[in-house]
């Protein structure tokens, strides 16, 4: 069974950091694009960043320069690192993973995801 665990959600002020961690088991997704989205209360959910097998980068426009994605395919485990939060920050975020090289964007491509962790900014 493959399985997606993130963990590192909280409660943190405006301005604080919070680094997400998702660790995959089940299989190996070395050789695979993995991501994040968001979905806060009331809202669609929506791509945060994302990441190709070998490390190329993708975000959305509203958390560039402040989050960063990273993996490490050793320990087949992704991270988030969000820095200057804001309270539009607030959402659940979730782990997600995709057969094939690519990054994307696109929700409909990833066929694993987490749980879910909660982010929560207080202004």
């Known amino acids: 069974q493959v399985l997606l665990a993130e963990s590192g959600g909280g409660l943190v002020q405006a301005g604080g950091s919070l680094r997400l961690s998702c660790v995959a088991s089940?299989?190996?997704?070395?050789?695979?694009?993995m991501g994040w989205f968001r979905q806060a209360p009331g809202k669609e959910r929506e791509f945060v960043a994302a990441?190709?097998?070998?490390?190329?980068?993708y975000n959305e426009v509203s958390v560039k320069g402040r989050f960063t994605i990273s993996r490490d395919n050793a320990k087949n485990t992704m991270y988030l690192q969000m820095n200057g939060l804001k309270p539009e920050d607030t959402a659940v975020y979730y782990c997600?993973?995709?057969?094939?090289?690519?990054?994307?964007?696109?929700?409909?491509?990833?066929?694993?995801w987490g749980q879910g962790t909660q982010v929560t900014v207080s202004s």
């Open positions: 997600v993973a995709k057969y094939g090289i690519y990054r994307s964007r696109d929700l409909n491509e990833y066929a694993y």
């Open positions: 089940g299989r190996s997704f070395d050789r695979d694009a």
């Open positions: 990441i190709s097998w070998s490390g190329v980068t």
